[in-house]
């Protein structure tokens, strides 16, 4: 893509790519085709991923953003990047969960999948593929210098008030929203904001308590034929933005 072409590549996860900008103070994120599950052991490429995923944390993003909570979102391309704000990522994922599934359950089986749980529970992961990111405490984050009291006080504070804003939104949709994971990033010295990326890869999105009817990764995790999956994306793009994906984006 032309925005991309000769640009510096400064780091490359899973799924996305970072570049850099003529604006210091930005990035660019490219979002892959890649699908992955169990820490990367498992990988495939999906086409129109990328275009599903950026679009859908845009989407997401501005949600977020118009009810006061800071990402990194400057501007969206079509079809699969995103100009964000260039911000120190914390080595954590923060998970928010509404229902117990997935991890939980099998981490602390007197959870039942489908249970409802409130509050919700908010729980920080270590970013280690190595170590399958294991679950940290507030006390093991700043014994391991990766964020302030301050901080993490902040990723909790932006991690409810999101699930507030986006539990209400699936709602009003006729949406399960289980859980989902986010990142932070440091902006400034003691001052956080959500980065990374928000949409089916970092979401359980059920249309049923049983989790039969599912908007998210899951059925990939479970082994269903890509191309069942890649429906699945695509009918996550259409339940949780409204809106009929773009066949460019699709082909992309």
Not at 80 to 93: C, G, H
Request: aromatic share 10%; net charge neutral.
């Amino acid at each position: 893509m032309s925005i991309i072409k000769g640009r510096q590549l400064i780091a490359e996860g899973k799924t996305k790519r970072v570049y850099l900008h003529d604006d210091p103070d930005k990035v660019i994120l490219y979002f892959k085709n890649d699908i992955t599950a169990l820490d990367g052991l498992k990988h495939d490429v999906i086409t129109g991923k990328g275009y599903i995923n950026a679009y859908i944390t845009k989407y997401l993003f501005e949600k977020l953003e118009k009810a006061g909570i800071p990402t990194q979102l400057v501007e969206y391309v079509f079809p699969n990047i995103i100009i964000a704000k260039k911000i120190q990522m914390l080595p954590l994922e923060v998970v928010c969960r509404n229902i117990a599934a997935g991890h939980l359950v099998k981490r602390l089986p007197f959870f039942k999948t489908g249970q409802q749980l409130n509050p919700p529970v908010v729980e920080f992961f270590y970013k280690s593929d190595e170590l399958h990111d294991p679950m940290v405490n507030e006390y093991h984050i700043q014994a391991l210098r990766v964020a302030s009291e301050r901080e993490i006080s902040q990723m909790k504070d932006y991690t409810l008030k999101a699930n507030l804003v986006l539990k209400d939104f699936f709602a009003k949709r006729g949406l399960i929203f289980v859980d989902f994971k986010i990142e932070f990033g440091r902006l400034t010295a003691d001052n956080v904001i959500i980065g990374d990326e928000l949409n089916g890869d970092s979401m359980r999105l059920w249309a049923t308590l049983d989790g039969r009817r599912a908007f998210d990764k899951d059925g990939y995790r479970s082994g269903d034929a890509l191309e069942r999956v890649r429906e699945t994306y695509i009918e996550a793009f259409k339940v949780i933005t409204g809106e009929e994906p773009l066949k460019e984006g699709l082909e992309s």
